[in-house]
């Protein structure tokens, strides 16, 4: 880059005057016809004001734009010449090329300045580094510049360039503008992308600089290269910016925009800002200069918004000049300029600021003793003095206003857009008011994609989630008609509490479960009331104890009532099936016990729970979600929620451990008493339905909690519907049946007998019985209870009978006899009792019934003196056979034992013996036996053998096979002989 400074203008001047000789005539003389490199009209009579004009007028895009430069310039200085502006002065203007190089302009600049008459201003460049370099330059010459396209930031810099102007506006000049543009769309995030250059740089870190101060979010900004296009494109995906300022050459635009199509940076979504103009058609590709296609290109910029300085008078005022833009236009013999950019007419109003400078600075050098005469180009005062008139200028020109700040002119901001293929106004910015208007003569209405405003980012919404009125109003109004029920229910327990029907089905426990459901629905009112409804979460936390406490006891009172009633029945069931019912039932002040001791552990639990571990409210963010009516807006939401430090894991899984055990057993005794259809507790089933409805909502409700989470309404909804619906069905469930036996009584029917199967036809006593199985039911345990009673009667009788059998005396001898007849527990344990040996009998049973099972057995022989009161068919069954009589004498019966399933056998052989005890002939014992049957319940009687004692027992004789050898039988027989007084014993 030449950078000028004393010494440098010195050497060049040497360099310069050297290479004379070998030059001869103007450089480059490119300009038009119609615009000669000098005034060929020279008059004495005045003097002239050289103007030194450097367009681009070759080699370069911006050629044309130069040429309508020259053109208008030409045509300012032929109307102020004409019109005399200058009082004795006249413009004269010489114009060269620059080809948009820094070399060619340099030497087009020294060139004019060896070669010709005095210059006092330079007009030009556009290029911007051209415009820097001469910027730098011609201080050094006292000479003012003024440019009408140079729009390089670096150009304000007054430390620099103190003799630089500029009639465009420069890029950060429409700072305010762009900045005025986003807050009436109310954008607060943007990105920038600018070609890594220096002006462009400058011209968005300007931009960022100024949008920043007034809390404007750039959420990316990039100065790149071509082979970085794609990367920093992709960040602004990544980083969701939407509002793009972009500052490049019309190439590297090109390429910019397509990538900015492949990677979906366009459309409804996005807006593109560009600084500066563009010529007309810029996007084609004409040269193969991208990978995209012209229509990819079209596409991609449609709706693209570009920020330039007004190029003409609105609503045709006329101008200092004395012309409209309309009248410059004809007089200039050109097309109107094509809207985003008019070269012409900022020419055309830097000329005029010239003339206007010079003519003002007159007065003021005649008062400073100076003459227009003594500008050279050492003479620095006059140079000053012509800068301070100018930059105080404020005339209308034909591009609008004409005002300056330090270098920048201070113009109208216009906003315009590409829509299809065309380049509308949409809005003006006005700077001494500071007002964006949308509403200016040829404004058009702003075009958006889609017809919706585009958004700077994805919005983000919070809110905190409260339950809807309408719902929560809806629900707290079912559930107090759900405790309207349960009272009423209670009122119709209460009045009827002396039916037989109300009292069979344990009203007390009925009552406590319909006081349960009530804090069940008191729990359902609780859950409900949420931040939208106390507006602090303050007052939140006494509800969360209420929620816990209503739910938690409510359950345990209900379900508990329920649980225990199942649990009688399942008792009363299981003990049935082992035979009649002899120990006592629970009875229901024992399982009123059985909830209060369910009532006070769960006040206990919560009570330690809330002392030890806190509960607090707190706010906990739900999901992201996107707006159904504006994609772009993120609603960030909080819900309420009852917390502590170890509430999930400690205080909840112990609570659903304790409470899915009584689920669990519930389940159990219910399935157990399936079939329970028992008249006395008419409403098992109803008990046994409750508890699977309670089971099968509590397993949803669990899941729900667990699932639906981030609808907050929904979830409140789908808990309440199932709690409710799980307590109203547990209500009727347990009343309803009540409610309609009671009625069906007051007919007429009798709710017992329709209950358990039976029917009263017409006034006779005659049981229809509907149920066969009932029937069979009925009649077995009628049968088992009429056979035990039996036994225990007999047996009673046959115990009676004995005793009344033994003589009276005044007092009653204990003898073996009487402890034969009394009862097993009536003998006296001191006495001294032996048990005979039990001996192998030789009776086997018959082969038949062998094969029904029956093992051999185990027999005891007693004989005992038969005497005529003794009576063998006592306790005997229908089966005994009729013993003949017998001669009186040594009658014995041998007694045998025979035990099988069900009864107890005894085998009475008879044999008779001579008066001598020898046996009979032929042997053993002869005669007919006789079976007597006697039933199980006789078992518990023990036939035993007392040991002889100094007492008479001669009735009493052992078998042989009880000793051995039979001297046992002698020796009795002798001390029965020997002992007088004793009486004959059966």
């Excluded at 609105?314 to 000049?321: H, L």
């Excluded at 639906?708 to 929904?714: A, S, V």
């Excluded at 073996?816 to 039990?838: A, G, H, I, N």
Aim: charged share 20%.
């Amino acid at each position: 880059m030449f950078r000028w400074d004393a010494s440098c203008r010195q050497t060049l001047v040497l360099l310069y005057c050297s290479c004379l000789l070998t030059i001869t005539g103007p450089v480059h003389g490119d300009a038009d016809d119609d615009a000669p490199l000098a005034s060929e009209q020279e008059e004495h009579s005045v003097e002239f004001i050289n103007i030194l004009g450097l367009f681009e007028l070759s080699s370069c895009e911006l050629a044309k734009n130069g040429r309508l430069e020259a053109k208008a310039a030409q045509l300012a200085v032929k109307l102020i010449n004409e019109r005399a502006v200058i009082p004795g002065y006249q413009l004269r203007l010489f114009a060269n090329d620059t080809m948009c190089s820094v070399g060619e302009g340099i030497y087009a600049f020294l060139d004019a300045l060896f070669l010709g008459p005095r210059i006092h201003f330079l007009l030009g460049p556009s290029d911007d580094e051209v415009a820097i370099e001469l910027a730098r330059a011609s201080p050094y010459w006292a000479m003012l510049q003024i440019s009408a396209g140079a729009t390089s930031p670096a150009l304000s810099d007054r430390n620099h360039f103190r003799y630089f102007f500029r009639t465009i506006t420069p890029d950060q000049s429409h700072n305010n503008a762009r900045l005025e543009f986003l807050r009436h769309f109310r954008w607060q995030y943007a990105a920038t992308i600018n070609e890594n250059t220096e002006s462009y740089a400058l011209a968005m870190n300007a931009l960022v600089g100024a949008l920043e101060d007034q809390n404007i979010t750039f959420r990316a900004t990039g100065s790149i290269g071509e082979s970085k296009i794609r990367e920093q494109l992709e960040l602004f995906k990544e980083k969701d910016a939407r509002i793009l300022f972009g500052a490049f050459s019309v190439e590297f635009a090109k390429q910019v925009f397509c990538e900015a199509f492949r990677l979906g940076l366009y459309g409804s979504r996005y807006v593109w800002f560009l600084s500066g103009s563009y010529p007309v058609g810029w996007w084609k590709n004409r040269a193969n200069e991208t990978t995209c296609t012209t229509a990819q290109l079209e596409k991609a910029i449609d709706g693209y918004i570009s920020v330039t300085t007004s190029d003409a008078l609105m609503n045709n005022k006329v101008s200092a000049a004395g012309i409209t833009y309309e009248e410059f236009i004809h007089l200039l013999d050109e097309n109107s300029p094509s809207s985003t950019y008019s070269p012409q007419a900022l020419a055309f109003d830097a000329i005029w600021t010239i003339a206007l400078a010079v003519q003002k600075s007159l007065p003021v050098l005649e008062r400073n003793g100076l003459r227009w005469m003594d500008y050279d180009d050492t003479n620095q005062e006059i140079a000053q003095i012509v800068a301070g008139v100018l930059s105080r200028l404020d005339f209308p020109g034909i591009s609008g206003p004409i005002r300056f700040s330090g270098a920048d002119r201070v113009g109208v901001s216009v906003f315009r857009q590409f829509v299809q293929k065309e380049t509308n106004t949409i809005a003006m910015y006005y700077p001494d008011d500071g007002l964006l208007s949308f509403n200016c003569s040829g404004c058009e209405p702003v075009s958006w994609e889609g017809s919706r405003k585009p958004a700077d980012r994805r919005h983000e919404s919070y809110v905190i989630e409260v339950i809807e009125t309408e719902v929560f109003v809806s629900i707290t109004i079912i559930s107090f008609f759900g405790i309207i029920i349960a009272c009423l229910f209670l009122l119709f327990n209460f009045r009827f509490r002396n039916e037989k029907f109300i009292k069979l089905s344990s009203p007390k426990l009925n009552n406590t479960t319909a006081l349960g459901c009530c804090l069940v629905y008191a729990s359902v009112i609780s859950l409900g009331i949420d931040f939208g409804i106390t507006g602090d979460l303050y007052y939140s936390r006494p509800i969360c104890h209420l929620r816990i406490f209503f739910f938690s006891t409510g359950f345990s009172v209900a379900f508990g009532s329920l649980f225990l009633k199942t649990f009688r029945v399942h008792q009363i069931f299981r003990k049935a099936s082992r035979g009649v019912i002899k120990s006592k039932l629970l009875r229901d002040n024992q399982l009123l016990s059985g909830v209060g001791l369910l009532f006070i552990l769960d006040c206990i639990l919560l009570t330690i729970w809330f002392l030890v571990d806190p509960i607090r409210v707190e706010l906990r963010p739900l999901p992201e979600i996107y707006s159904l009516l504006d994609p772009d807006v993120i609603l960030r939401r909080d819900v309420e929620v009852c917390s502590s430090d170890y509430m999930g894991s400690v205080w909840l899984p112990f609570l659903y451990m304790y409470k899915g055990l009584m689920l669990l057993a519930g389940i159990f005794l219910t399935f157990e008493t399936r079939h329970v259809k028992i008249p006395a507790l008419n409403d098992s089933q109803a008990v046994g339905l409750s508890i699977y409805n309670v089971v099968i909502c509590s397993v949803i409700a669990f899941a729900v909690t667990q699932i639906i989470l981030e609808h907050h309404t929904l979830h409140f909804v789908l808990i309440a519907s199932l709690t409710i619906a799980t307590t109203t069905g547990t209500l009727c469930f347990l009343f309803l049946p009540k409610i309609l036996t009671v009625v069906k009584k007051n007919t007429g029917d009798d709710p017992m007998l329709s209950a358990s199967g039976l029917k009263v036809e017409c006034n006779t006593r005659r049981l229809a019985i509907e149920d066969p199985r009932e029937r069979y039911i009925r009649a077995e345990i009628q049968n088992r209870v009429c056979k035990l009673d039996m036994n225990d009667i007999e047996v009673e009788c046959d115990r009676l009978e004995s005793l009344l059998r033994l003589p009276i005396t005044p007092y009653m001898k204990v003898s073996e006899s009487v402890l034969l007849s009394l009862p097993e527990y009536f003998v006296d344990d001191e006495k001294t009792v032996q048990r005979c040996k039990f001996v192998r009998s030789t009776y086997e049973p018959p082969k038949e019934e062998k094969a029904k099972g029956k093992a051999s057995f185990l027999m005891s022989h007693l004989q005992l003196h038969r005497t005529p009161s003794m009576t063998p068919s006592h306790g005997a069954t229908e089966d005994s056979v009729e013993e003949p009589d017998e001669p009186r004498g040594n009658n014995t019966e041998t007694m045998v034992m025979e035990t099988d399933e069900g009864n107890v056998t005894l085998i009475v052989q008879k044999s008779v013996r001579g008066g001598s005890g020898a046996a009979a002939p032929g042997g053993a014992a002869t005669g007919m036996a006789a079976k007597v049957k006697f039933r199980r319940a006789m078992v518990r009687y023990k036939f035993t053998a007392i040991k002889p004692t100094a007492k008479r027992v001669s009735a009493v004789t052992v078998a042989p096979g009880c000793n051995g050898n039979g001297s046992l039988l002698e020796e009795q027989q002798k001390q029965d002989d020997g002992d007088e007084g004793e009486g004959q014993e059966s």
